[in-house]
């Protein structure tokens, strides 16, 4: 007892003890709180009356630091400059001592010590800060005689002197358009359990980390990033000051930072051997190159050059992790060669900590210091990252640095934030009973400042402009570029779970190429473009740049790449019905290649043993697929035809079919798959499930060696006996008119030139084809839109012509005219795309029409016999508007002098890439146009690329007769969802997504099917009325149930099977195509009407019970609010409706028996239950036939039947009011009374046979107290 009370004393003066030094710290933040706010307004004062932008102002309280009894000299000898007009802020410098000239010596980064919040840790660092040499920055000479003149505060001028500023950067204008958006990131949630679960007995380098936790760039992007801020290495390589010049420098340091504090995701980790490229050289005036160099461990190295300046980097880091934070700390060198003044700059990156890595929110602190050294002067300027504190009265994210001359002198000092802005200037004098214990400086400016993202970025990763550009993708990168990664494509387009999987495959992959690797022999990768040596400034390796990447791709020789080239996807597919049934899947070609292969893959989930099906997989270049797995029909005026579609029918039996394509098109490809099931076969309702899921693989291997054809400019190709075959390839410019290409060769062997627009050629693939046989031959090309390619395959087919090499030479021109015959010419007109409010609606509008005076959407042309030319009008498709469907809409009148007997007419064509001639054009692609006719052809989710509409005029007639025979044509080109008609009478427009693509498709009713819902092969509309009346009078069989209970005294029960038949009865008149009638919404009828059925099935049985009403009346509401939580989870979920029922039934069966055993009679009785007996059979045949017999075809029969068999089957389940009397007088008569043991009380009672009757409805209290005792 005295140990316990000697504690508490203990415990009472340690905690009296605490309370003092708490209320010490308190008195003492408080007095320093005072000073610091009236020397703060102090200074604002001042700052005002300098005419200073407050903005700049720095606080004069860091001059005192936190030891407010410190009576050092110096700082008394400076306290008075404070009070001075011309004192506008006062800041520290990190300068100790002067280094030595190389950094061979490492930073001094802090790392065991960061800021934690500990109030003892920040007064320890200000201590050490006040140790550090002091800068007083003063106003300038101008701005003090501006102060002398006029005290007063002009509040025009300090808002001129408060303007935002750029960085001195000039607007830079890109020649191409940019985007400035990327999709939304998902808000996804992470389940830990899951990640931690594959971590279990694996090595930590292969634990996959899922993209969950990244941003959809990677590293290499990421460090490109760090030149958004590239206008500021354009200043300094403007200056010939070569402190000023280290001070850009140091600015431009910090500025790499600027984006830490809100991006917290880690970058995608690049391949070994990935490369990724930024040429920004229209616009910003740089371009870089950047490959990932090694694996283990993992670096990477950079190369940029600019307007005056170069600038490469070798980046690698280590990591510990502390518990609460993650340090991260870079081990690379950083060099800057500038070439006005060849001033070499090396630094190492300060560490960066990652805090609440396991619990709070993330947030990103950078600590440490910086020595940025100039290898030409010895000059050095050092940088001090302050780490962040909560308790300390400093600005936070605080950078300062001083700029130093060989001998150690300071020239310049630095102070800001490396999260908004950087301000410098030159050191005017120092003083002090130490060197440099202060310093003064007057001409302080901008040396950087960051410019804020808009809003809208924040819910895009946080990226800033620079960030959103950076994963656009190109044409003619590189195939290991991170921009053709699929899973960092997919994360972008926020497909995160088909990321993840590919992501798991790209990392395999690079595990089985490094084992491969390495049982070859070869124990390390070689870079493509960076070549290993000695730095012999900083006295390690570095990784510096060949100059040979910007040649290979001008030449697109990318034979040293390997290529990604691979993608992946996983989905559900479902059982097909219509197009919303569907799922689509995107893959991109990057390149040109000669095979591409999509290797599929079914796997299966639930019971899928006897689930026999034909899986359906369409391949379809530039559009969405279009086909007709039931033979719907089109409406007559649609364009069934399709270019590049390819199909593949398997069953559930067949796990891994493949799809071969030979010299794919470039570009988008998407594919379509679902499950056909035999509309015949009768689908049991009730299942355990079968899903399916597809796995599809993409893989194609990008031709390296393609030479690009330049307009008007020779080349030179070489065959030889072990180069037979060679590419070639031209990228069509604006302007272009037919191309003409010439080939001179050194001799006449034969030789065979094929031409295939976007695509490699080979001999049964080829649009154009020409045999040389002399040295000189020609090919002609019709004129193509612009931004596509042309790919040539030249080969020699006579091998004995390449005993020596065959030279050649090909020259591409163009000629005036784009087709001409018989005094034709087409002129194409191009088009405005004019976007409406709604998916898919769009107007194209020709920019010059014949009819000036015609401003309208509707074009009008007149054509006749003496106007020869041809009209064509060039329109684009792209993923804008491939989901609808394209209208051209046309009405021709002749003009009123025109014979009736003259047979005149217009004939037009569709064409892709090219316009053509009506005896060129496919057949499923011509338009006929007869005179004083409307016309109409549309063609649904059109292929993307540019399309060329031409019309020509026609007359079957005489020279006299057309030559007068003009027809004027009124024509629309448009685009809508689903058909024009908004999918007619029998169907509903729908806009759809699958794996984010977007489309419109018809969702027909009354059997009708097709693409615009005009097939009537199936329709039932002449039985739906008769549907109608059997589904929603068939519930009227409930009402005899209804009066039975009531007459039984079973209220709740009658009450239930009213509510069952009033909501479904509405629910079915509600649920119909047409003849409908919904007294309110859809949902919440057919929610009514599962609760009513349900519960029906629930009280029924337990009224067959034999237990107390009072207990009945309770597992009522528990059973109705049972059917109401499953019915809200998921309603059409049979196997829970399987298993209330189940449990419901069985507690049934248990009291009878158990009353049986009880009593030693058959309860209920023989005769009860031969009456029960009728009911049970009606009510098997019901379920029967809605599990297993009903299907859409006759729904509305044998679902009614359902209803009449179900209803019917309750008249024998309820209990019967007279019969158990009897059975009880009976019993009472024979006096045969059974003891009962009350094991309560332990004695012996006289009991009672009971039965459902005496529960049921009012007894006598003798029946009560026996039921009582029973159940006891």
Known sequence: ?????????????DARLRMERMCE??????????KQVQRAS??????????????TTLKSSDLRGTNEASNLSDDEEFYDAIDDPQTIGVFRVPLQQHLSNNDKKEPNIVDDDVSSGNEDESGSEEQDENNLPMVIVKASKKEEASNNAAITTDTNTLQSLQK?????????????????RIPERPNYSINLWSIMKNCVGKDLSKIPIPVNFSEPISMLQRITEELEYSSVLDMAAKSNDNWEQLAYVAAFTISSYSTTTTRVNKPFNPLLGETYECDRTDDLGWRSVAEQVSHHPPALSTYAEGPGWTLYQEFTMTSKFRGQYLSITPLGHSHLIFKNTGNHFTWRKVTTLVNNIIVGKLWIDNVGEMDIINHTTKDVCKLKYYPYSYFSKDVPRKVTGVVTDVNGQARWVLTGTWTEKIEGGPVESASGHHKHSHMETRNMKLLWQRKMPPAYLETMYYFTQLAIELNEFEPDVAPTDSRRRPDQRLMEEGRWDEANSEKLRLEEKQRQTRRARESGGHDSNTSKWFKKQQDTLTDSEIHMFTNEYWECKQKQD???????????????????????????????????TTLANWSLTLSTEGKCTNYFANIHFYLQHGAYPLTSPRNESLPETYIPNRHNLFKLIFNTTLLNPLIQLNNPPIGTWFAMTFIDHPTSEI??????GCNLYLSTWLDYQVVPSIFTLVFNEPRQVVLSDNKTSIYASYYTSVGNSRLRISFDWSNNCEIIFLARINALPNIYLYDYKIVCTNKTCLIEIDQLSASISIYFQITVTNFSCLINPLHGEILIRSTECLSSSDNFCVQPYPTRRIMFNYYYDFLYVPIYTTNRFNSHSTSSITLNGNDVSMYAYEFIVDDRNIGGTLHFDFESRTMPFVSPDVNVSILGCLSKYQPRRFDQCESNYKILIDKNSISLRSLPYPEMGFWYLTLQYFCNGSKNECTDAAVSLMFQISSSQCTKQQCGTYGICRIMTSQQNVFSTCTCIAGYRGYGCTDSTHAYTSKSLTSVLFLTISNC??????????????????LVYFFNMFFSTFYHACDQDINKFCIFKYDGLQLSDFIGSYASFVITLITMAIIPRSFKVFLFMLGLLTCIVINSRDRFDHLQFISLISITFIFTMLTWIIVSIRYRHLRPSSKRLLLVTPGFLLAIAGLVLFAFCETEENYWYIHSLWHILIATSILFFLPHKHFYKRGLIAQRNENVPEPVVNISTGSTILATPIDNTSLSSSNTDTSKKSTDNLLN
């Open 164 to 180: 935002p500023v750029n960085n001195n950067q000039q607007v830079a204008i890109s020649k191409r358009k940019r985007r400035d």
């Open 558 to 592: 990318w034979a040293r790449c390997y290529d990604f080239g691979q993608q992946y996807s996983r989905i559900r597919i479902f059982e097909y019905e219509s197009y919303s049934d569907v799922k689509f899947l995107k893959f991109n070609i990057q390149g040109p």
């Open 42 to 55: 102090r200074s604002d004062k001042t700052s005002l009356l300098s005419g200073r932008s407050t903005l």
């Open 1037 to 1054: 069989m409930f009402i005899p149930a209804i009066i039975l209970a009531i007459y039984r005294r079973l209220y709740i029960e009658a």
């Open 25 to 34: 710290q308190v008195a003492l933040q408080s007095a320093k709180l005072e």
């Open 683 to 688: 689908k049991p309702k009730i299942t355990t």
């Open 1 to 13: 007892m005295c140990r316990k009370w000697q504690k508490a004393v203990q415990f009472e003066r």
